[in-house]
């Protein structure tokens, strides 16, 4: 199963500019040294984000959770498209809010084992 409604993912700004990409997010500072190593950066944010959109068409959901009253969230994980060609594993969560369509960024992680 893909994710629902993959071409209408949203990716907030924040969520990459001040965790995903920030070296001074306790939360986020490991999750931004791998993503940066990769050649992402904060000035060119739209570039994680296309990528991240691109992610959940180009793989299978893994994995779902429902969250009442919140909503339902989606694993996905394969190969990231990254600006140095790499390419690394990760896996990467939505959410779809309850009452709504539109898929959501919740995290996105560097994936520990290999992708076959």
Do not use: C
């Not at 068409?57 to 994980?77: C, L, N, Q």
């Amino acid at each position: 199963m893909k994710l629902p409604n993959s071409d209408k993912a949203v990716v907030p700004e924040a969520k990459i500019v001040r965790y995903l990409l920030d070296l001074t997010s306790e939360n986020g500072r490991a999750k931004a040294a791998f993503f940066l190593a990769f050649g992402f950066t904060i000035d060119k944010w739209q570039v994680m984000a296309e990528a991240l959109k691109q992610h959940a068409s180009d793989h299978e959901v893994i994995k779902t959770d429902e969250r009442p009253p919140f909503g339902v969230h989606y694993v996905v994980e394969g190969a990231i498209n990254t600006p140095d060609g790499r390419n690394p594993g990760v896996r990467v969560v939505w959410i779809i809010d309850e009452g709504d369509d539109t898929p959501r960024l919740v995290s996105a992680y560097p994936l520990l084992r290999r992708l076959r």
